[in-house]
């Protein structure tokens, strides 16, 4: 093969000995030789077989073709200038004439083609001065090590927010890692054997991890996110991914912990770069916003529904108001002109007291319902019969039934003795089932009460079931899922007549819970109810009768004085004031009356000592309260004054206004609108019970 350039000049080795010389050695080298004259011309000496086919040619003849023979030439024409500046530079700064560039070339078949080229200045002889190049096709290995830059340049931007980054190579199985910024990964990393640029089977590796450190109700999500087939899976399908999971270290609280995947491909095969991130404080205030993002949802959906039942509520209090005021209106209009029908009269007034009594069970319910949802209410545990108790409910509902032509019967199973409980709470869960089963029952049903006791193992209390049966109108399906709500009504009164805002379910409902009980329903449509009211009572022995004797004695008594009695009023609204006077003069009671709590205490004060028997006290006024009124006159320092009955009559009903109004000085409470007979039969309790000196 001739590829020496045949123009050669003389020198001390003849032309055909230097030749010889050097082809014998460029021939027997790894790589592509060749030598390329260092003058201006830089017209090539000699090319070795590699270096021909480096460039695609199978002569020299048509590597001169495609270079003109020149160093140049051999340049891709965009780098030509930069090789020569790199070449000059190295040369002339360098050590032993020697320089390195890598550039591009332009091969026979067009195909450009990355070359490293290792040069040396020299003198040669029979050539003069010249550049010996050792050239071989790097573009392979650039192209392997381009992708490492990258990779590497991933790392490092990767590395900028995560602690610690490993390299994960799929085929092998190797982890090995990069950068281990964090303590608490770098222990770790330490911990299950894997020091910073030291390789591991990464699945021994993050299984260990995993079994050691990640909280165990994320491990199992975890292991399978770092399974080798999702790893392989999930990289086919994105470039990179996230997990998120906790992490606990040794008795630290648990560290969110966000470990992002990414694929890189590369010669070696399919790699995937794992970076770790400690996102405790980034989950914490997302946390935090989504609290108060869900809190403030919350309050506006409270806000909202607050809303809703304040305007259902106004609808169905202004009408269930405005039906029964109707009556007392309207039949108070009839009384007059009846004045002398003394039949007629009476069946006017009936209506009134009826549509009053319907009025006071409507504020009593909002009253109940207001503390039972504001958990307000305390229950007041006595001794009472279950027996006396459901036979003193019935009776409240027995002239109601025969005027339905119901059948209201009682039927019992309880032992003889009493029980722990609130008898009033208990009433009133049993009285609003009963009012409402003999009120949906049509003409000639029947309505059951029931009681029975079962025993709990193991426990002081027995199992008390109460159970309500009627045969009337029933439930809907849909209307039981709710019926326990406030203000529900299957069948409202705007439409069929029925009295009632729809709390009595409600009221049974939470007081059941309250007294640690349940209340459960069956019902289908046109067939009839069952309540069954299941409450845990402690049996007792002995003790005194609550709800029974005690209201007994409170409601009993003669509706007249016991004597010549004064009873000084204290009432600021003129028709209460005329309404309480006559009926205590009708009762034969000598009468006094103030309008304020302040002329009540200058009653006392002016009058001498044992002068009232009794003072009947309203609650709120405008200069004086009761409550002040009761504690000047307590204050007074006068042998009467510790006897002296004080009895708050006042439409603050709650059970703190009575315990406030014992507790200001006064001997008892009563709640308007009052009952007649309980009221007078208080009256004559408390004067009647007083201690006056001996004359």
Same mark, same amino acid.
């Given at each position: 093969?001739?590829t020496?350039n045949?123009?050669?000049?003389a ?67 965009e ?8 070449i000059?530079?190295?040369?002339a ?44 096709d790097?573009?392979?290995?650039r ?19 995560y ?55 994320d ?9 080798a ?13 996230? !997990? ?26 399919r ?26 949802e ?12 304040k305007?259902?509520?106004l ?94 019967t ?10 722990l ?28 009460l ?38 529900e ?11 009632g ?10 007081l059941?819970v309250?007294m640690g ?30 709800g ?11 509706y ?9 009023? !204290? ?5 209460n ?7 205590l003069?009708e ?6 009356s ?9 009653? !006392? ?13 309203d ?48 001997n ?16 004559n ?9 001996a004359?």
């Amino acid at each position: 093969m001739d590829t020496w350039n045949e123009t050669v000049s003389a020198g001390d080795l003849t032309p055909e000995g230097a030749r010889f010389a050097l082809e014998w050695l460029a021939e027997r080298m790894p790589g592509g030789f060749f030598v390329y004259r260092a003058d201006f011309t830089q017209e090539l000496v000699y090319v070795n077989r590699a270096a021909l086919d480096i460039f695609g040619c199978d002569t020299a003849e048509q590597l001169r073709e495609l270079t003109g023979w020149t160093f140049p030439g051999m340049v891709h024409p965009e780098d030509r200038a930069a090789v020569q500046s790199s070449i000059d530079t190295q040369i002339a700064g360098g050590e032993g004439n020697l320089d390195f560039v890598e550039y591009r070339i332009l091969r026979a078949d067009g195909a450009v083609r990355w070359v490293g080229d290792y040069g040396r200045f020299a003198l040669l002889p029979g050539y003069g001065q010249v550049y010996d190049v050792f050239i071989e096709d790097i573009t392979d290995s650039r192209r392997i090590r381009e992708e490492n830059r990258r990779a590497a340049l991933v790392i490092e931007g990767l590395s900028v927010d995560y602690a610690s980054i490993y390299l994960l190579d799929l085929e092998s199985g190797n982890m090995r890692p990069y950068r281990l910024k964090n303590a608490f990964f770098h222990r770790i990393s330490r911990d299950i054997g894997l020091e910073e640029g030291q390789n591991a089977d990464w699945r021994q590796v993050l299984g260990a991890y995993a079994e050691r450190f990640v909280v165990p109700e994320d491990r199992e999500t975890f292991l399978r996110e770092v399974s080798a087939p999702r790893l392989r899976q999930r990289l086919r399908e994105e470039l990179s991914y996230s !997990v998120n999971y906790r992490c606990r270290f040794e008795d630290a609280e648990p560290a969110y912990v966000c470990m992002s995947v990414m694929g890189i491909e590369s010669d070696g095969g399919r790699r995937a770069v794992l970076g770790f991130r400690d996102v405790t404080q980034e989950t914490r205030e997302i946390q935090r916003e989504m609290s108060e993002r869900l809190h403030t949802e919350l309050e506006l959906n409270k806000a909202r529904h607050l809303d809703e039942i304040k305007n259902q509520f106004l609808f169905h209090v202004s009408h269930d108001i405005r039906t029964p005021m109707n009556a007392v209106m309207g039949f108070t209009g009839l009384a007059r002109k009846h004045m002398d029908d003394p039949a007629h009269l009476r069946e006017d007034l009936d209506r009134v007291e009826e549509s009053g009594a319907q009025l006071l069970e409507l504020i009593d319910d909002l009253l109940d319902m207001s503390k039972l949802e504001n958990d307000s209410m305390e229950l007041k545990l006595e001794p009472c019969s279950l027996q006396e108790q459901l036979r003193m409910t019935a009776e409240l509902f027995q002239a109601q039934a025969e005027a339905k032509k119901l059948r209201l019967t009682e039927h019992t199973e309880l032992p003889e003795g009493q029980v722990l409980a609130d008898a009033h709470r208990l009433r009133r869960i049993l009285g609003n089932l009963l009012s409402n089963a003999v009120k949906f029952t049509p003409e000639g049903g029947s309505v059951t009460l029931s009681a029975r006791r079962e025993p709990l193992p193991d426990s002081p209390c027995d199992r008390y079931i109460f159970t309500v049966a009627d045969t009337g109108v029933g439930m809907t399906e849909e209307f039981m899922g709710r019926m326990f709500r406030a203000f529900e009504r299957e069948s409202s009164s705007t439409v069929a007549g029925t009295r009632g805002i729809g709390l009595g379910l409600s009221i049974v409902k939470h007081l059941a819970v309250l007294m640690g009980g349940s209340v459960t329903a069956e019902s289908r449509k046109g067939e009839g109810s069952v309540f069954t009211v299941v409450l845990p009572l402690q049996p007792v022995s002995g003790g005194t009768e609550s709800g029974g004797a005690a209201d007994a004695e409170e409601a009993g008594g003669e509706y007249r004085a016991l004597g010549d009695h004064r009873v000084l009023l !204290v009432e600021d609204i003129e028709l209460n004031r005329m309404l309480a006077e006559t009926v205590l003069e009708e009762a034969g009671f000598r009468v006094e009356s103030v309008p304020d709590g302040s002329d009540a205490v200058e009653a !006392v004060k002016n009058h001498p000592a044992w002068y009232y028997d009794l003072i009947l006290m309203d609650i709120q006024m405008p200069v004086m309260d009761g409550y002040a009124a009761t504690r000047a006159i307590r204050g007074m320092d006068r042998e009467d004054i510790p006897s002296l009955p004080i009895i708050a009559l006042s439409a603050n009903a709650r059970e703190e206004d009575r315990r406030q109004s014992v507790e200001s000085g006064m001997n008892s409470h009563v709640a308007k609108p009052f009952d007649v007979a309980q009221l007078i039969a208080a009256i004559n309790s408390h004067i009647m019970g007083r201690e006056r000196p001996a004359l």
